[in-house]
């Protein structure tokens, strides 16, 4: 989607509250437990509103079957779009 990276997330998370206050982030390749593995990227990310999020939970379900558990329990999951820097 036009190098843009979207990421989903509890609602009520840190990372939610700090990105509302200050769009600038830090991101990298790092395995599921969150290790880096790669070199860090600056960007900047937003908090999709319902309409946008809807299209990246779809993409999700489709994509990744564990996502699909995870929402049957987790419903609060917002979507955030980064923009890396260029």
């Known amino acids: 989607m036009d190098g843009k990276i979207y990421v989903t997330t509890e609602s009520g998370a840190w990372k939610v509250k700090r990105i509302a206050n200050n769009p600038n982030v830090e991101f990298a390749v790092c395995t599921q437990r969150g290790k880096v593995t790669e070199q860090t990227f600056g960007g900047t990310a937003r908090i999709l509103d319902s309409?946008?999020?809807?299209?990246?939970?779809?993409?999700?379900?489709?994509r990744y079957i564990t996502f699909r558990l995870i929402h049957l329990v987790k419903k609060d999951q917002v979507a955030v779009e980064i923009i890396p820097n260029a």
Do not use: C, G, L
């Open 51 to 62: 309409v946008e999020q809807a299209s990246v939970i779809a993409a999700k379900k489709r």
